[in-house]
């Protein structure tokens, strides 16, 4: 794809799709001046709890994009299980292992938040940097060319922009347009219903708990929704695989009231009720020209695990920065080769994961997630834009690809240091790096056993990209590479700690 910056285009990318992936990608190209239109065809913003834990990893980028105060005060810790027989309370567990903040690591859990709530914070984030969502647009198809996309909207309207984002879900409308097929399976042939049910006061079910309940024909699941407002989500699951699931009000209420201790009466509401069959399966190719896929539109998972949005959100801040460097800053469009390079194997990875966790639960074994859910771990280390040249060393050290931790530095944090659509260039130990282009931040740590000591390029989506023992003709390279020129006259200083 020729890089350019052609302004008679309507705009610079079209993004279809404001689910959680397309509204963090336009936030991300709002920061950083990219024109994007956000179109949804839907006329307001996803209104069900669906995808409500957010992992660790997602919370560092939330907090990279400046919404993650409002995420937090507007979530909750995941509340302990309660299996119930009846009306009786057996044994309680947690679901989810706690883990204490760390340095590295500050945010430690995984947070409950509806979706719906995370995608209102997301969007006011957005309008507050002037960004907006074209409500009621929805993408019907469309074609590209050396030059750019022309996107055709339902109703015939057409608009031509430099590249088009699909985050349009896992029925993709651009995915089809390209004749990218999803390889995959179904995990499980059994349905499963997903609600809101809003349940009175002084009800069995306190807010304390998970609850849950196994009956003959499928378990339920009650879990209450930060928020106050008495909402809890619902899951169930049918033993019967051609089971008829009524998604009505009705027939959630009788639904409840067959498989637990709660009364037609004190189910309230049930603002949202969607039923599904768990798939899990990748796009063949996430990129089509100047065409790409992010989120459910690449990848479907089971909900075990908590994945699928927060996979959605790494892809949207991987494809980002990358676009913002080819689009404004001469970046050679190969960068752009690097997206599907590196997301691919993570969603697959990913897939796996929440395949198993679902078979593992649906047989009734070990429910408990650990450490491999909250996407901390998982990094770039293969990709062609990860440069190492240190020597090789074995166990956890710290290499180029892996996200780069948080610490103490200065009054602050590194991860203040990182905040924001730049580079930065983090000596420790060693000797100050030469000049740099303006757009990368500079510091210098004495020394972090985290970092060990070297010369760290970290990316805007903070992971390492380039390290090594001093700079020098690769770095220079690495910064052509990403569209930054390697001998610029200025540079921010970071105060030093
Ligand atoms: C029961 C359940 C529980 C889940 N739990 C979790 C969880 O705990 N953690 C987690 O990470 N994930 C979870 N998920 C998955 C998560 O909900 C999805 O992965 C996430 O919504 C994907 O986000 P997205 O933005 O890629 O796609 P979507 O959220 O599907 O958004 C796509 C958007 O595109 C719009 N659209 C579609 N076609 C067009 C078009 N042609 N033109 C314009 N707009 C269009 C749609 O209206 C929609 O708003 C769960 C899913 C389910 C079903």
Request: overall charge negative.
């Given at each position: 794809m020729p890089a350019d910056?052609?302004?008679?285009?309507?705009?610079?990318v079209v993004i279809a799709g404001a689910g959680p992936t397309g509204l963090v990608l336009a936030l991300d190209l709002a920061r950083r001046g990219v024109r994007a239109l956000l179109l949804e065809r839907?006329?307001?913003?996803?209104?069900?709890?669906?995808?409500k834990g957010l992992q660790p990893r997602s919370q560092e980028v939330l907090d990279d994009l400046g919404v993650l105060p409002e995420v937090l005060a507007a979530g909750a810790a995941y509340p302990r299980m309660l299996a119930w027989e009846g009306a009786e309370r057996r044994g309680a567990w947690d679901m989810i292992e706690h883990s204490e903040p760390t340095e590295q690591v500050p945010y430690a859990n995984t947070l409950l938040i509806p979706q719906s709530r995370t995608q209102e914070l997301l969007y006011a984030r957005l309008t507050e940097l002037g960004g907006a969502v074209r409500f009621?647009?929805?993408?019907a198809g469309l074609e590209q060319d050396e030059d750019g996309v022309t996107v055709e909207l339902t109703g015939g309207e057409t608009i031509r922009a430099a590249c088009l984002v699909?985050?349009?879900?896992?029925?993709?409308t651009v995915r089809r347009a390209l004749g990218i097929g999803m390889t995959g399976e179904t995990v499980d042939p059994r349905p499963m219903l997903v609600a809101d049910v809003r349940i009175a006061a002084?009800?069995?079910?306190?807010?304390?708990h998970w609850h849950v309940w196994r009956a003959r024909d499928g378990g339920v699941a009650l879990c209450p929704l930060p928020g106050g407002d008495g909402l809890f989500q619902l899951a169930a699951t049918f033993e019967d695989a051609a089971a008829t699931v009524d998604t009505t009000p009705e027939g959630v209420r009788a639904l409840l009231t067959a498989r637990t201790p709660?009364?037609?009466?004190?189910?309230?509401?049930?603002?949202w009720a969607s039923d599904y069959r768990v798939r899990a399966a990748l796009a063949?190719?996430?990129?089509e020209g100047r065409v790409f896929l992010a989120g459910d539109a690449a990848h479907v998972h089971s909900p075990a695990g908590g994945q699928g949005l927060n996979t959605g959100v790494q892809d949207a801040y991987n494809l980002g920065w990358k676009l913002a460097q080819v689009l404004l800053?001469?970046?050679?469009?190969?960068?752009?080769?690097?997206y599907e390079a590196e997301r691919r194997p993570v969603a697959a990875e990913v897939l796996g994961l929440s395949t198993r966790l679902h078979r593992a639960t649906a047989d009734g074994e070990a429910t408990q997630r650990g450490k491999?859910?909250?996407?901390?771990?998982?990094?770039?280390?293969?990709?062609?834009l990860t440069v190492d040249t240190r020597p090789e060393t074995s166990g956890d050290a710290l290499r180029a690809g892996d996200r780069a931790p948080d610490g103490p530095y200065g009054g602050g944090r590194l991860f203040d240091l990182f905040r924001g659509p730049h580079f930065t260039l983090l000596t420790i130990g060693t000797t100050a790096p030469p000049p740099l282009p303006r757009s990368v931040r500079t510091a210098a740590l004495?020394?972090?056993?985290?970092?060990?000591?070297g010369v760290f390029l970290i990316r805007?989506?903070?992971?390492?990209g380039w390290a090594g023992t001093h700079a020098g003709p690769t770095l220079d390279a690495y910064l052509t590479a990403v569209?930054?020129?390697?001998?610029?006259?200025t540079r921010t200083e970071a105060t030093a700690a």
């Amino acid at each position: 794809m020729p890089a350019d910056t052609n302004t008679d285009r309507d705009t610079d990318v079209v993004i279809a799709g404001a689910g959680p992936t397309g509204l963090v990608l336009a936030l991300d190209l709002a920061r950083r001046g990219v024109r994007a239109l956000l179109l949804e065809r839907a006329g307001g913003l996803f209104p069900g709890s669906r995808g409500k834990g957010l992992q660790p990893r997602s919370q560092e980028v939330l907090d990279d994009l400046g919404v993650l105060p409002e995420v937090l005060a507007a979530g909750a810790a995941y509340p302990r299980m309660l299996a119930w027989e009846g009306a009786e309370r057996r044994g309680a567990w947690d679901m989810i292992e706690h883990s204490e903040p760390t340095e590295q690591v500050p945010y430690a859990n995984t947070l409950l938040i509806p979706q719906s709530r995370t995608q209102e914070l997301l969007y006011a984030r957005l309008t507050e940097l002037g960004g907006a969502v074209r409500f009621g647009a929805e993408l019907a198809g469309l074609e590209q060319d050396e030059d750019g996309v022309t996107v055709e909207l339902t109703g015939g309207e057409t608009i031509r922009a430099a590249c088009l984002v699909g985050a349009d879900g896992g029925r993709s409308t651009v995915r089809r347009a390209l004749g990218i097929g999803m390889t995959g399976e179904t995990v499980d042939p059994r349905p499963m219903l997903v609600a809101d049910v809003r349940i009175a006061a002084g009800a069995v079910t306190d807010r304390a708990h998970w609850h849950v309940w196994r009956a003959r024909d499928g378990g339920v699941a009650l879990c209450p929704l930060p928020g106050g407002d008495g909402l809890f989500q619902l899951a169930a699951t049918f033993e019967d695989a051609a089971a008829t699931v009524d998604t009505t009000p009705e027939g959630v209420r009788a639904l409840l009231t067959a498989r637990t201790p709660l009364t037609a009466d004190e189910i309230t509401d049930v603002p949202w009720a969607s039923d599904y069959r768990v798939r899990a399966a990748l796009a063949d190719r996430f990129r089509e020209g100047r065409v790409f896929l992010a989120g459910d539109a690449a990848h479907v998972h089971s909900p075990a695990g908590g994945q699928g949005l927060n996979t959605g959100v790494q892809d949207a801040y991987n494809l980002g920065w990358k676009l913002a460097q080819v689009l404004l800053h001469g970046a050679p469009a190969a960068l752009l080769d690097s997206y599907e390079a590196e997301r691919r194997p993570v969603a697959a990875e990913v897939l796996g994961l929440s395949t198993r966790l679902h078979r593992a639960t649906a047989d009734g074994e070990a429910t408990q997630r650990g450490k491999d859910v909250q996407q901390l771990g998982l990094g770039y280390r293969g990709s062609a834009l990860t440069v190492d040249t240190r020597p090789e060393t074995s166990g956890d050290a710290l290499r180029a690809g892996d996200r780069a931790p948080d610490g103490p530095y200065g009054g602050g944090r590194l991860f203040d240091l990182f905040r924001g659509p730049h580079f930065t260039l983090l000596t420790i130990g060693t000797t100050a790096p030469p000049p740099l282009p303006r757009s990368v931040r500079t510091a210098a740590l004495p020394s972090y056993a985290p970092y060990g000591p070297g010369v760290f390029l970290i990316r805007p989506d903070g992971y390492v990209g380039w390290a090594g023992t001093h700079a020098g003709p690769t770095l220079d390279a690495y910064l052509t590479a990403v569209g930054l020129t390697p001998a610029g006259p200025t540079r921010t200083e970071a105060t030093a700690a």
